[in-house]
């Protein structure tokens, strides 16, 4: 018996250690890195600026925020430096930095490269990216609107700023190493106020991922877009998700095109941002001053496909503190 329980634990030893090493090891993997050359044109700039900081608001992680002010506006001149916490008190399971997007950091990085990370979750030095980089939905995008996003970053101005490697806390460290996966690009539907395309701009600017609840790190199944998702803000305060299905009781059920474009377009222009002085000032984590800046067509095309969610009763208190 006691030669079979040896034998038994020696084989959960190494059945033990040789998962550990698949995790830590073979993975990540998502394919190969692709060998592209991004010939850039105004036009890929110009278009790449406007989903990098209105639509996908990459800028917006990778920048510096002043949260003295309603939502967080960016801090002029410290486009794509990165350096953002995003720790264990925020409720993460552990310490995650956003990286510096600008050339200072980025210009040794092939496009390949940059499209790997973007649109796979994993680095050059092949490294997994932690998934609050919306990785999963990007991968589903069109690969042009992301080549044209790397364009314009390759035009940001470079900042040195050596931002600290990320630390996931055990086990996320392992399980970190099972989510990046290969990329499956679609073709962008047609420009126009349909639920459709729509659709695709939602994906893009990864609604779902704040206005969906979590438990665990999973969404919660039946509940997409129905909000409760709570987010620790600094200061001792809670900040939790709208929810924007189009339940009339307690969603965006009765809300018209013109009132949702609106709401948006009223952060513009950030100087008459609210001043947040105390966890007792309403607050949010949602960068309303970057989508502003989305074009009519596309927030009235969002609101399209918003109507065609199933309506979800649930109702949220945004500011609870």
């Given at each position: 018996?006691?030669?079979t329980?040896?034998?038994?634990?020696v084989?959960?030893?190494?059945?033990s250690?040789?998962?550990i090493?698949?995790?830590?090891?073979i993975?990540?993997?998502?394919g190969p890195?692709?060998?592209?050359?991004i010939?850039?044109?105004?036009?890929?700039?110009?278009?790449?600026?406007?989903?990098?900081?209105?639509?996908?608001?990459?800028?917006?992680?990778?920048?510096?925020?002043d949260?003295?002010k309603?939502s967080?506006?960016?801090v002029?001149?410290?486009e794509?430096?990165?350096g953002?916490a995003?720790?264990?008190d925020?409720?993460?399971?552990?310490?995650?930095y956003?990286?510096?997007?600008?050339p200072?950091?980025m210009?040794?990085?092939?496009?390949?490269?940059?499209?790997?990370?973007?649109?796979?979750g994993?680095?050059?030095?092949?490294?997994?990216?932690?998934?609050?980089?919306p990785?999963?939905?990007?991968?589903?995008?069109?690969?042009?609107?992301l080549?044209?996003?790397?364009?314009?970053?390759?035009?940001?101005?470079?900042?040195?700023?050596?931002?600290?490697?990320?630390?996931?806390?055990?086990?996320?460290?392992?399980?970190?190493?099972?989510?990046?996966?290969?990329?499956?690009?679609t073709?962008k539907?047609?420009?126009?106020?349909?639920?459709?395309?729509?659709?695709?701009l939602?994906?893009?600017?990864?609604?779902?991922?704040?206005?969906?609840?979590?438990?665990?790190g999973k969404?919660?199944?039946?509940?997409?877009?129905?909000?409760?998702?709570?987010?620790?803000?600094p200061?001792?305060?809670?900040?939790?998700?709208?929810?924007?299905?189009?339940d009339?009781a307690?969603?965006?059920?009765e809300?018209?095109?013109?009132m949702?474009?609106?709401?948006?377009k009223a952060?513009?222009?950030?100087?008459?941002?609210?001043?947040?002085?105390?966890?007792?000032?309403?607050?949010?984590?949602?960068?309303?001053s970057m989508?502003a800046?989305?074009?009519t067509v596309?927030?009235?095309?969002?609101?399209?496909?918003?109507k065609?969610l199933?309506?979800?009763?649930?109702?949220v208190?945004?500011?609870?503190n």
């Open positions: 018996m006691k030669k329980l040896k034998i038994l634990f084989v959960i030893v190494i059945i250690a040789a998962g090493a698949y995790l830590k090891l993975l990540p993997t998502a890195t692709e060998d592209i050359k010939i850039s044109t105004p036009e890929r700039i110009q278009h790449g600026k406007y989903l990098a900081n209105h639509v996908a608001v990459c800028i917006d992680c990778h920048s510096q925020r949260w003295t309603f967080g506006p960016l002029a001149g410290t794509g430096m990165g953002e995003f720790t264990k925020l409720g993460f399971p552990g310490t995650f956003a990286k510096n997007i600008t200072s950091e210009g040794s990085w092939t496009d390949g490269a940059l499209l790997h990370a973007i649109s796979c994993i680095t050059k030095e092949k490294t997994a990216l932690f998934p609050l980089m990785y999963r939905s990007y991968g589903q995008l069109d690969k042009e609107d080549l044209d996003i790397i364009a314009y970053l390759r035009t940001l101005k470079p900042i040195p700023n050596k931002v600290p490697a990320s630390v996931p806390a055990f086990p996320f460290n392992l399980i970190l190493n099972t989510i990046p996966t290969a990329a499956h690009f073709k539907p047609d420009k126009g106020i349909t639920p459709l395309y729509g659709g695709y939602v994906k893009m600017a990864s609604c779902d991922d704040c206005h969906t609840d979590v438990i665990n969404k919660v199944q039946g509940m997409d877009f129905a909000g409760g998702r709570v987010f620790n803000f200061g001792a305060k809670k900040i939790i998700s709208d929810n924007i299905t189009p009339k307690t969603g965006i059920g809300w018209t095109e013109d949702f474009v609106s709401k948006f952060y513009a222009d950030t100087k008459t941002l609210a001043d947040y002085k105390s966890p007792k000032d309403y607050q949010t984590v949602m960068p309303w989508y800046g989305m074009d596309d927030l009235k095309a969002i609101y399209a496909y918003l065609t199933k309506p979800i009763q649930h109702k208190i945004s500011n609870p």
